[in-house]
């Protein structure tokens, strides 16, 4: 890689340094991962975490010395085609996806250092690329995760970056550039990675700066941890097929957020939510009322909760708020407790599961209401 840093008069961030040096503790079993990212778009690299993000054409790919990858047209003998067996079969696969240097090149990159075996890599088979893909992706994701939470809307899907690994019109496949330090040269994998569904509703996402927000750990344990994946869970709701998917999932992030290591009724997890959002004892009575009619609420004997509804009663979201707007303004209301929360816990992200309990008392304590013992 330290071609790359001479290469073509383009800028490299001093973090990519920090990526190779990172690479030759172990250069046999991690690589240095590039994928692209659609759907976003950004002039200046940043980073989130050890995650670090380039705009197009600022890495000279051609540095990291690809191997090129045997292609259909390749093994066409006339109007014959010969029979595919082993590595040219993996390569030709991934290559038909149509993932390239080309690609790579004007699609927004992130990179970040993994786990890669390089002795068991040479004898993978396509599978074994695309499940590694996955594997990436899931990773790379989690810094996604942290833009997706500072720039983008519940009620916005257009607004959306794309899949890590994805390009434009990449459509079921996701790719990735896998450099070996050792080695100084690197391989294209690309294949039907995606799991269920891809965004295609809008232009994307652009960034005039990186986020701010810190990229929690889940080995940092505690706290962290259950940011981290409050987090993975927040661009779910993003990402849901559907309004009432949406909404479900904001309910269940909600839930998480407020207890997430037991199951807890909504009656007990309002003020565990509210604590984060009241300015004063009255909002803070205002929004547990709200937040009764978001889950469970009984009038005149019937049954007005939106989650009970369509939890329990099989309604659509549309059946039970008929107005686009109303339900826009629901998205926006439920970001905004779900991110008065998550913002929190990144906050305090190094506390103990018992310790944030002990915060949430003070915070209670604050506003004048009465609160329970934390557990």
Known sequence: MD?????GGNIVPPSLEQLKDKAREAADKTCVALLPVSRLVFDDPFQVGSFQFYPPGAIDLAALRPVANAQLTDVLCGSQLTPLFGQRLREVQSGSTGFDLAVLDST???????????????????GDDISFIKQLVSKAERALDIIRFEYCRFDRPDTLPGSAGSWRESGEWLGAMLYSVADHESYLIAGAAVESSSIVRGLGLQLSDGPRTPLPEATEGGVAAIAAHGLTLYSEVMNAGSETMKFTRAMTLLEFLANPYTY????DLKGDIACHVAKSKTEYHDLTHRLRQLSSDIDAGRQMGIRTLIVHHGKLLPEVLSGAAQRADLFREL???????????????SLTWAQYCSRRVALKQSLGVGTVTPV
């Not at 071609?3 to 290469?7: E, F, G, M, R």
């Not at 990179?111 to 396509?126: I, P």
Request: hydrophobic share 35%.
């Open 3 to 7: 071609d790359l840093d001479n290469a």
């Open 108 to 126: 927004p990159t992130i990179a970040f250092v993994a786990d890669l075996n390089w002795d068991s890599f040479h004898d993978w088979s396509h």
């Open 264 to 267: 807890t009724s909504w009656k």
């Open 335 to 349: 970001q905004r407790y779900a991110g008065k929360m998550l913002d929190d816990m990144t906050r305090h992200r």
